[in-house]
């Protein structure tokens, strides 16, 4: 499992160049976005990356939406979800298969319970639900608990979930110059011994920062996976190293497994790779 960004945009267009800069510094596995005001019509391409998205059309104008980029390094497959709520998720293969869920809940809809158990519910585990969720409650920083935020409490209660949040604030209100929580990293429980949680010291020209979930063994940084030149490689010399024999599957020698190791190791030597290229 690598590195998932959640960051609530205001806009996809508009932050382009913003969105190029968090995934040439993060590299992550998976990029949810909220508030994207695309419509249907407008195209989203970037370099390196598969993008899954639900727009919010309202006449001719563009509203909320959500959108998971994905990084083209590690298989992923879209999932359909039956939902009215603004979400959309990812099945993606990293260290292991988890299922990546973005969300964004308008601060002024009605959100029903049963509408949130059901879309967990189409969830395979493990999985990673991130987004705005537009509640405030004591339990990720803020100063009080509202109706949603209670409501989403009792979401996460109910499904056995776990919140990675800690006391970051996530969200900067211009007008009165102060700070809130309201985008949250939820997950299925065996997922949260493995996932640090930290966020963003960054607006990149939102009134959000972003969310920043990394395996917990990886001190943040950022391992990809190397990009092997398959063309190139000297097959003549990975046969040679590459010999198995029959003696060395019947046979639980610890040589025959430092040679197999030893393979691995000369692959590098071997087949040539490339660096990941910039967005």
């Known amino acids: 499992m690598c590195t998932f960004l959640s960051w609530n945009c205001r806009g996809i267009r508009s932050k382009l160049h913003d969105i190029r800069t968090i995934l040439n510094n ?17 195209p989203l391409k970037l370099r390196g990356y598969n993008c899954v998205r639900k727009d919010t059309d309202t006449g001719s104008r563009s509203s909320g ?14 999932l359909t979800l039956h939902t009215t709520l603004q ?8 260290r292991e298969l988890v299922t990546v869920c973005c969300i964004y809940l308008p ?11 059901n879309l967990v519910d189409q969830l395979p585990k493990p999985f990673l639900l991130l987004g705005d969720f537009n509640g405030h409650s004591v339990l990720w920083g803020s100063d009080s608990t509202n109706s949603r935020g209670r409501q989403i409490e009792q979401f996460i209660s109910n499904n056995c979930l776990c919140l990675l949040n800690n006391d970051e604030k996530t969200y900067f209100h211009e007008p009165t110059r102060s700070f809130h929580s309201l985008d949250l990293a939820i997950c299925s429980p065996e997922l949260l011994p493995l996932l640090n949680f930290t966020v963003g010291g960054d607006l990149y020209n939102s009134d959000h920062f972003p969310l920043i979930v990394s395996h917990a063994d990886s001190g943040g940084a950022i391992q990809l996976p190397p990009r092997y030149l398959f063309q190139r490689a000297d097959w003549a010399a990975f046969q040679q190293l590459a010999v198995v024999t029959e003696a060395m599957v019947n046979t639980a020698d610890i040589s025959a497994a430092v ?16 660096k990941v290229p910039h967005v």
């Open 26 to 42: 993060f590299h992550p596995a998976c990029f949810c976005l909220q508030e994207t005001f695309l419509t249907s019509n407008i």
């Open 259 to 274: 040679q197999m190791s030893l393979i691995f190791s000369y692959t590098p030597l071997i087949i040539p790779s490339q």
């Open 87 to 94: 979400a959309v998720a990812i099945p993606v293969h990293t």
């Open 65 to 78: 939406g959500v959108c998971i980029l994905t990084s083209n390094l590690y298989p992923s497959t879209p």
């Open 107 to 117: 601060p002024h809809d009605v959100i029903t319970q049963q509408q949130l158990n």
